[in-house]
Each structure stands twice: as structure tokens, then as C-alpha cells.
């Protein structure tokens, strides 16, 4: 196993996460723009960064145990700061061979392996479970395909791996996804009251409402929502005449249509949220935009971030 070499970090894992896979690697011409490794896990040797995505707090879904008959079997939900790299690599390389050396890498850095799998039989319908959840995800049943996640604790928190690795033709793909588990920060999300609703409604027609809050890809209200849904119910009880539209914003991230889907549920949840605390249905129309009315661009998560509201809009 030449590929791989374990070396310490200076950074502020020291002593915590000593996790280096295929050192020699260094990034290639053909990289992502913008792209980089993983502080912490580095690329095979060779290997062409072709994803890179990072966000401050997130969330991962992994697998943790296999399933039946298709199913994806028993799966965990990671929160923390999530990077997801994507690798092709050449030269002949398997998927075994790929695998092996993470593998070797992550014992040799003290992380436990929670689980392991390869091939659909072993991993049950999880593959097809992480390309629904995990856009950029791709899996082919006809091919060697391995999984494996391992964790470990350190000072900072505990720390997972999940490495995908699948035979593509001639050449290797690696779905990489290191989660840091933190706290989210909090309070970056000022609440409403009734009043700055109505005095928005009344200068410009519309106000964003950035209090009620979704899972990615869901349409569930979180209860965490209750604060800015009561002042929306204050500022539609206080005036029965006012109608509005409830307006669902996406991001651009995933197909449009399945964001105008999606923009349209959330809309349709709010709608039903309001009317059941006595909000008068003759008051509300609920409408999905996607990703159609953007307030700024798209290009980083703090755009996104933005962008993925609710809008009150006078009728």
C-alpha cells in the first residue's frame, strides 16, 4: 500500500486527527475551481478533485447498518460543519485498492469503523437512499462499490469519515464527507414582531420571513418556527381585512422542478400552520416560486442561505 502515508498536522487537531490519505497527491490541473482537500483527509495519490463543497453547519445522513430487500437499513443524522469532495482517479486503480488504503489510513489514525459494506447485497438499498439525499452522489449496481464510516473523539468534538468509492470504466470515483460535529450558531436570525411585518407590508408590499425554518429538502415546519408564525398570526388576527400571499423561496441547489415542488409544500405548510391557530383561510393563498425571485446570488451558502425564505406579499 505505497499510496498512502500518515503525517502530522500542525492545525488545531494536533495530536487529534493525524488523517492523511494519499499525501503524495497534490492538487492537479484539473481540479474544481475553488476546490481544495480536507485539512484533515487529503486525496489518493494522482486523484482529481472534481466536487468540493463546503458548509459551516449542516446536515449528513450515513449509514450504520444494512437493510433488506432494498431498503436502506438503519441510517444516522450528522449535524456540524459538513465538506463533501468528489475525486476521479486513474491510472488503472481499483476500487479495492482505493478502499484499502483509507482503510489503513484511518486505523492508523485511531478512527473507529462504525460500518462497512460493499456491493448492493451487503449494503442493502442505502446507495440508493444516499443519491436521493446527497446531490452529486452517483452509484451503479452493475459495479464494485465499497462504503465505509468511522468516527473518533477529539478536544474539538467528534469527528466522522464517510468514504464511497466506486469503479467508473477504467477509472475510480471517491464520494469523500468529513462532518465536525459543533454547536450551530445561534441568534443569527432576528424574529419580526407584528409590527415590523405590517410597516413592511406597508412600505413595500412584501416582507421576508426568515423565522420559519425547514429541514433540507423537507416541508415539516421545526418547531424552532413557533416565534415568527405567533407574530404572523398577531399581524393577521389584528387586521381580518389584510390578505396575503404565502410565498416559498428556494435556493437554486437540485432540479427546478423538484424545487418548485418543494417551494409549494412549504408554502402549503405555513398556510395550514396559520390556519390552525383561527387565521381566516379567505386570507391566504399559498404560492412556490423555487428558485424563480432571488434577493441575491447563488453562488456561495450565504447567498443560499438568503435566498430559502418565506414571504408575506399583499394580495
Known sequence: MANLKIKPTVRVFVNALLLSCAML?????????????????????????????????????????????????????????????????GGGKSALEVMRNYEQALAQAGFQTIFQCSNYES?????NFMQRNNPGFQWNADVKNRYILAKRDTPAGLVHVVVYVMLSGDRVRVFQQVVESKPMATNQVQILNAVQMAQGLQAEGKIAIYGVLFDTAKAEIKPESKPALDEMVKLLSADKTLKVYIVGHTDNVGS??????????RADAVVKALTAQKIDAAQLVSKGVASLAPVT???????????????LVVQ
Open 25 to 89: 497527491g497534490t492538487a492537479q490541473a484539473a481540479d474544481v475551481k475553488g476546490g481544495k482537500d480536507h485539512p484533515l483527509i487529503s486525496r489518493f495519490a494522482g486523484a482529481e478533485l472534481e466536487r468540493y463543497e463546503q458548509k459551516d453547519f449542516d446536515e449528513a445522513v450515513v449509514a450504520i447498518k444494512a437493510g433488506n430487500d432494498g431498503k436502506p437499513g438503519t441510517v444516522l443524522t450528522l449535524e456540524g460543519k459538513v465538506t463533501t469532495n468528489g475525486y476521479l482517479i
Open 123 to 127: 449494503c442493502g438499498g442505502f446507495f
Open 256 to 265: 427546478f422542478s423538484a424545487n418548485l415542488d418543494l417551494s409549494q409544500r
Open 297 to 311: 446570488s447563488n453562488a456561495n451558502e450565504a447567498g443560499r442561505a438568503k435566498n430559502r425564505r418565506v414571504e
